[in-house]
């Protein structure tokens, strides 16, 4: 669960009420952000970096719960690739979210916590309460806008809903919709945070434990679906862990397993239950086709951005032949795109990784 | 920055304005050129990734891509000119690869390196092994060129197909020759074709 030191974090309250997908609409909205580097008098030199699921506002300053360095440290700040020194950047917690942006964990207008009262939300609906910041910010057009996993959709979102307020789109190792075994992997997690007994319908605010057992499973599968297989082979193989031999027991025999478990822990102290509930939700209503018609192609009609598309050949989770299949429609109406597959061994996670020609294609195409 | 002889000539007759698609477009060269110096806008693809991401770093929007598979993607006209220069012969298909490029341009630059050339004839036949010569220097093993063209064979094709040749031009030692002989004289060829 996010702790108390999140809600310190820099945020403003949403001036108008938020409209949802779902028909309803969120009164009161608070979207917690992080800036880094000056923006510039025109205001022309801001870049939007939307997280990933697990990620939050904090992509290059220390997390305040668990003390480590920003999720894409190595790729903004001073002279990195999204270099602060000329660039403005802006990440901001996404609605429905537990690191100070309203979500589920929030108190509703009776303040109580919304719990599984609070409203579904879909991609487009973050991407809206994203673009009201920067109405509030005085943001009127993006120099960029940039994300990896749900963070590329949120990207794609923002192009096709919004394509006046960015000048450059970059989605990285993302899809324009979830696939079936997306949203089955996503439904394993949510069954594993509902299945533990101290989930409580979602009621467990307040109540000293919450599901940080189911919610560990979940990011445990979840995990593994981020790594490549040749990934684990090559970090753990059938190695064990801290013995010289098998247990004949459920202890963590194997360092994956060991792996797994402290992945899990370490997540369950940071993330709230119900937040990884309602983000996953959201993540499998996306389909930009649908939501335009069912034709991929006319959800870039308006199209003005340049586009970059990059994937990772050991991504199993959005294959290349996702990214592919948005290059195709943005091609079809003859969008400025580029594309490129690049070779790295970590699977999914490699855009959080080392991976020097990522580094190159990405300050390339912000010049 | 001074372009290949054949990327010259095409250069020098795209449309200013035009919009182009360079298949096969390498680092960007002729991309740049084209964008520059012609005001087109130009888009690529490109088969090899380190390429591709130079282009992208050169501010060039270009799609990895595979000639033989991905042309299909784009829309019919999509472009007032589609570009092919020196992978012609590279192609699984190249009859289809040829019907592909003027489908999604209404016209084509396409250019390739002459097997009829005088030196690859003599070659052959003085030492009975396929030759490898400065515009084709790899071993016919590790050759990526798995359709070796002619002059009169690309005018065959294009005939066969009833494709427009609105121009060719050329070249020997990176220099325009005329088009007399051209079969026998040129190293390679460029032609400038339309439906």
Not at chain 1, 10 to 34: F, H, I
Not at chain 1, 186 to 201: F, I, L
Not at chain 1, 264 to 292: K, P, V
Request: proline share 5%.
């Amino acid at each position: 669960m996010a702790g108390a030191s999140a809600l310190d974090a820099k945020s403003l309250v949403l001036p108008d009420p938020l409209p949802l997908d779902s028909g309803q609409r969120l009164e009161t909205v608070r979207v917690a952000y992080e800036t880094y580097g000056a923006l510039a008098e025109d205001k022309g030199n801001a870049i939007l970096i939307f997280h990933a699921l697990s990620g939050d506002q904090h992509v290059a300053s220390v997390h305040p719960i668990t003390g480590k360095p920003g999720w894409w440290d190595r790729m903004v700040g001073p002279g990195k690739p999204i270099d602060t020194n000329r660039f403005h950047v802006v990440c901001a917690n996404v609605v429905g979210g537990c690191m100070g942006s309203t979500g589920p964990a929030s108190e509703d207008p009776d303040g109580r916590p919304w719990a599984m009262r609070f409203p579904v939300i879909t991609i487009r609906d973050m991407v809206r309460a994203q673009v009201a910041l920067l109405d509030a910010l005085g943001i009127a057009k993006l120099h960029a806008v940039v994300g990896g996993s749900m963070g590329g959709m949120l990207a794609l979102s923002l192009a096709a809903n919004f394509p006046d307020r960015a000048r450059r789109v970059l989605a990285i190792a993302t899809t324009a919709r979830h696939s079936a075994q997306n949203i089955a992997f996503h439904e394993v997690g949510r069954q594993a945070v509902m299945a533990d007994p101290n989930w409580r319908e979602g009621d467990y605010y307040g109540a000293g434990k919450g599901p940080e057992k189911g919610l560990a499973v979940a990011r445990m599968a979840a995990h593994i679906t981020y790594l490549s297989e040749a990934g684990l082979t090559d970090k753990f193989g059938r190695r064990l862990q801290d013995r010289a031999a098998k247990s004949f027991g459920f202890d963590a025999d194997f360092q994956v397993e060991s792996y797994l478990r402290h992945q899990g822990i370490a997540f369950s102290d940071r993330f709230d239950a119900n937040a990884y509930l309602y983000i996953t939700r959201a993540m499998d209503y996306f389909d930009l086709a649908e939501e335009h018609g069912g034709r991929l192609a006319d959800a870039f009609a308006g199209a003005t951005a340049r586009f970059c598309l990059v994937s990772f050949d050991t991504d199993w989770l959005y294959p290349t032949a996702e990214s592919k299949h948005v290059v195709h429609a943005l091609n079809a109406v003859a969008a400025p795109v580029s594309f490129v597959e690049l070779s790295a061994p970590y699977g999914h996670d490699s855009f959080l990784l080392e991976c020097p020609p990522l580094d190159r294609v990405i300050k390339g195409f912000l010049e | 920055m001074s372009l290949r002889a054949d990327l010259a000539v095409i250069a020098a007759h795209v449309a200013p304005g035009a919009r182009v698609l360079d298949v096969g477009c390498g680092e960007g060269e002729l991309m740049e050129v084209l964008q520059r110096e012609k005001g087109c806008d130009a888009r690529g693809m490109e088969i090899d990734p380190e390429a591709v991401e130079r282009c992208v770093a050169r501010g060039l929007s270009v799609v990895q891509g595979d000639a033989d598979r991905d042309l299909t993607d784009y829309p019919d006209d999509a472009f007032d000119c589609a570009i092919l220069s020196q992978t012609l012969q590279t192609a699984g298909r190249p009859d289809e690869l040829l019907d592909e490029l003027l489908r999604i341009g209404r016209r084509a630059f396409v250019s390739f390196p002459n097997f009829a050339y005088w030196r690859m004839r003599f070659s052959l036949l003085a030492h009975g092994r396929m030759p490898v010569t400065r515009h084709l220097p790899v071993s016919w093993y590790e050759t990526q060129n798995i359709h070796h063209v002619t002059v009169e064979d690309f005018r065959e094709l294009l005939r066969a197909k009833g494709v427009t040749v609105e121009k060719s031009w050329f070249f020997t030692s990176e220099r325009e020759i005329g088009g007399t002989s051209a079969n026998w004289r040129a190293e390679h060829a460029v032609f400038q074709l339309s439906r």
